[in-house]
């Protein structure tokens, strides 16, 4: 496991779970973008996603600005 997504509509804890080639950017404004082999590029809101949980994921494949 890469990292995991949670958002708003989640029902579990679980969230999206992205594999290790994955890789997200966090803007400034908030907004989150995910770029995925299976999912393809996702956009979140700033107020829909919750949480970005990850370990041991490449600091190339993580921005945060």
Not at 14 to 20: I, N, P
Not at 31 to 38: F, G
């Amino acid at each position: 496991m890469a990292f995991t997504v949670h958002t708003a509509e989640d029902a579990t804890p679980a969230g999206l779970v992205f594999g290790d080639d994955d890789d997200f950017h966090i803007f400034p404004s908030g907004v989150l973008r995910v770029r995925s082999k299976t999912y393809g590029t996702r956009v979140y809101s700033p107020g829909f996603w919750q949480l970005v949980e990850y370990k041991k994921h490449p600091d190339y494949k993580k921005t945060i600005e």
